[in-house]
């Protein structure tokens, strides 16, 4: 299965971007990139996914690079509620399309 | 918004009880799963339902069984719960297919004394 390499944290201010990074230089051309957050104490929660080109939600941004071996999630602006660990995942990983995470980036933000 | 529903944040049972846990989703989708997370072993699926009355072992069925009789409602039993089954316990919801985001409830925190 092709893997994702994350930062272990990132720290970021209150309202400034956050540009979360993930490589996969080993994605398939059917590999969907997908990205998770879970908060302290919560479940995960889906945030966005792609498969070529950059997307936009009403949570934040991805962006594929061209040859899909690396991928950018981007929160416009940070708040306090956005701590949290992101994840980023392709195809899912589990043979009955269960969810298998890495270790993901702990995103701190700072007031 | 899809919401899944969990019945209980926290929960406390004694060893050999058997133990429910209950699981609602709103958005009509037809997949369901649960899922268990333990510290540095992340999400473990323990059983899948993809309609209703069908279910699919996970990696650790072991000591469960679900049950899944109307499509909004999938149910976990500890038939008999053991210590080691003390763990957050996550129920998510996802439309058919295999690459259809799957969205989690709050979670269930479980200890078995």
């Known amino acids: 299965d092709a893997k994702t390499t994350q930062p272990n944290s990132m720290e970021s201010n209150e309202e400034e971007p956050v540009h979360l990074p993930c490589n996969h230089s080993?994605?398939?051309?059917?590999?969907?990139i997908h990205w998770y957050r879970q908060l302290p104490s919560q479940g995960p929660e889906y945030v966005i996914h792609?498969?070529?080109s950059n997307v936009n939600n009403r949570m934040a941004s991805l962006a594929i690079a061209e040859d899909r071996k690396s991928s950018t999630l981007i929160l416009h602006r940070a708040t306090l509620r956005d701590a949290a660990v992101y994840y980023c995942?392709?195809?899912?990983?589990?043979?009955?399309?269960?969810?298998?995470f890495g270790k993901g980036t702990k995103l701190s933000v700072k007031p | 918004d899809v919401k899944v529903t969990q019945s209980s944040r926290y929960l406390v049972k004694r060893t050999g009880e058997k133990v429910f846990l209950e699981c609602v989703q709103d958005?009509?989708?037809?997949?369901m799963f649960w899922y268990r997370q333990d510290p540095g072993l992340g999400l473990r699926l323990i059983y899948f339902?993809?309609?209703?009355?069908?279910?699919e072992k996970g990696d650790i069925p072991e000591g469960y069984s679900v049950s899944r009789e109307k499509k909004e409602r999938f149910s976990l039993i500890l038939e008999s719960a053991s210590t080691n089954q003390t763990s957050m316990y996550l129920c998510?919801?996802?439309?058919?297919?295999?690459?259809?985001?799957?969205?989690f409830g709050d979670g269930t925190r479980l200890s078995i004394l």
């Open positions: 958005m009509d989708h037809e997949n």
């Open positions: 792609g498969l070529t």
């Open positions: 080993t994605i398939s051309g059917t590999d969907y």
């Open positions: 339902s993809y309609d209703v009355k069908m279910k």
């Open positions: 995942i392709l195809n899912y990983g589990g043979s009955q399309g269960n969810l298998i």
């Open positions: 998510a919801s996802s439309e058919s297919g295999t690459r259809q985001p799957q969205h």
